[in-house]
T-cell receptor
Framework: DGGITQSPKYLFRKEGQNVTLSCEQN?????MYWYRQDPGQGLRLIYY???????QKGDIAEGYSVSREKKESFPLTVTSAQKNPTAFYLC??????????FGPGTRLTVL | GIQVEQSPPDLILQEGANSTLRCNFS?????LQWFHQNPWGQLINLFY???GTKQNGRLSATTVATERYSLLYISSSQTTDSGVYFC????????????FGTGTRLLVSP
């Protein structure tokens, strides 16, 4: 089945720790995206990548980092510099200039 | 940047009723998508509709790009339609970035 997978589903982090969220897609899409959703809000763009080995900051990139070494994978690292990391994180992918499709999300809680 | 406003923010319906959700945006767009977010947080694609009208079962959508709005129609609503409906637009800026509205929270009661 083609789709987007994210892991883990739930993640708990102690303050000061870095954590990495996984996003994999087998849709052969060139573009991939990371969004953050806070309670009662819409999604905001963290980072996006239009092609392997290239990525761009979105609206709220501070405290986050990404890599795009393979077409299928776009992991997001939430660093200790992110002041308020507790949120729901969603990964998406698309063909160039096309409809975006989303994974099931990861809920991150900082203890 | 582009602004996206959705109305109403909350909507309560009896099962079987019809409803119209509205999305206004402040600039020209390359892309407009409607999503349904289910109680588990999954975003389900409803329509990819930068202009024109589309229908899928009990749902239909119309985007009037020249007047900068889109409408989502839900007919004969069911309890499974409950959740949050988001409109998201991609501004005509040369790179793909969806800007989301704050959503319409729909509750359909039996």
């Amino acid at each position: 089945d083609g789709g987007i997978t994210q892991s883990p589903k739930y993640l708990f982090r102690k303050e000061g720790q870095n954590v990495t969220l996984s996003c994999e897609q087998n849709l052969n899409h060139d573009a991939m995206y990371w969004y953050r959703q806070d309670p009662g809000q819409g999604l905001r763009l963290i980072y996006y990548s239009q092609i392997v080995n290239d990525f761009q900051k979105g609206d709220i990139a501070e405290g986050y980092s990404v890599s795009r070494e393979k077409k299928e994978s776009f992991p997001l690292t939430v660093t200790s510099a992110q002041k308020n990391p507790t949120a729901f994180y969603l990964c998406a992918s698309s063909v160039e200039l096309g409809e975006q499709f989303f994974g099931p999300g990861t809920r991150l809680t900082v203890l | 940047g582009i602004q996206v406003e959705q109305s109403p923010p909350d909507l309560i319906l009896q099962e079987g009723a019809n409803s119209t959700l509205r999305c206004n945006f402040s600039d020209s767009v390359n892309n407009l998508q409607w999503f349904h977010q289910n109680p588990w947080g999954q975003l389900i694609n409803l329509f990819y509709i930068p202009s024109g009208t589309k229908q899928n079962g009990r749902l239909s959508a119309t985007t009037v790009a020249t007047e900068r709005y889109s409408l989502l129609y839900i007919s004969s609503s069911q309890t499974t339609d409950s959740g949050v409906y988001f409109c998201a637009v991609e501004a005509n800026t040369g790179f793909q970035k969806l800007v989301f509205g704050t959503g319409t929270r729909l509750l359909v009661s039996p």
